[in-house]
Nanobody, 120 residues
């Protein structure tokens, strides 16, 4: 498993971004995908998760209604669409593969992360 998150950048408050998480390995469909984020000086926190077939999804309260997690198993890629971004969404966003959960301990494989900065 080799994960690479991408799609971050600088966006104004109220804007949108779509993050991607690509797996260059061959076992993507065996795992659930989780998105987490870590802001400077803060602990890593759960954002969203999706089961291996997309049938189950979970969101943190802080992003619920503003974000959508999805996956395309044929492309070994998962996505996190984030809308109406707020300055408090600023963080490094990381994707991970593992068991469907809101806790980071359930995920075995982690990517490098992509920086999202929300600022005017």
């Amino acid at each position: 498993v080799q994960l690479q998150a991408s799609g971050g950048g600088l966006v104004q408050p109220g804007g949108s971004l779509r993050l991607s998480c690509a797996d260059s390995g061959r076992t993507f469909t065996s795992y659930s995908v989780g998105w987490f984020r870590q802001a400077p000086g803060k602990e890593r926190e759960f954002v969203a998760a999706i089961s291996w077939n997309g049938g189950s999804k979970f969101y943190a309260e802080s992003v619920k209604g503003r974000s959508t997690i999805s996956r395309e198993n044929a492309k070994n890629t998962a996505y996190l669409q984030m809308n109406n971004l707020k300055p408090e969404d600023t963080a490094v966003y990381l994707c991970a593969l593992g068991s469907l959960s809101t806790t980071r301990q359930a995920y075995n494989y982690w990517g490098q992360g992509t920086l999202v900065t929300v600022s005017s």
